[in-house]
């Protein structure tokens, strides 16, 4: 193991000791589910990674810090980055766990809304041939 495998495990493990599961698990189906839905939101194969990685990281409270601007009189929230390439791997990881499930999901959601759109057609349709010609639906 190199340095940033260890960086990314360490990352991975402050996430497991501080958010629940579900909480974990539905920001990475939930990520996994957008990219599959809008691809053009990601530039890269790299950036969907270390994007993934960072919404599921903010579930972790050592992630967060906070300061005080005296200028603007209120507090500041900041999210801690790992290395570039420690970020990277912890999407990777967080991809290789949840994104079958999200590639499922994203496939049943797209799915039902294809079906949804279908039986508005049909109706539509139907409606069509029982209104007399001219009316306004």
Not at 17 to 38: F, I, K, N, S, Y
Not at 92 to 107: E, P, Q, T, W
Not at 111 to 125: I, L, Q, S, V
């Amino acid at each position: 193991m190199n340095r940033w495998d260890v960086e990314a495990a360490a990352e991975i493990v402050k996430v497991a000791d501080q958010a629940t599961a579900d909480a974990a698990w539905m920001a990475a189906v939930g990520m996994v589910m957008l990219r599959e839905a809008e691809p053009s939101r990601f530039a890269t194969e790299r950036s969907f990674r270390v994007q993934l990685g960072r919404r599921v990281r903010q579930l972790a409270l050592t992630n967060r810090g906070s300061f005080w601007n005296a200028a603007e009189g209120r507090t500041h929230r900041v999210y801690r980055d790992p290395s570039p390439r420690a970020a990277v791997l912890v999407g990777d990881l967080l991809l290789n766990v949840f994104g079958v499930a999200g590639i499922y999901m994203a496939k049943q959601e797209r799915a039902e809304a294809d079906a949804k759109a279908a039986e508005r057609t049909a109706f539509y349709e139907a409606l069509n041939e029982v209104a007399p010609e001219g009316a306004a639906l």
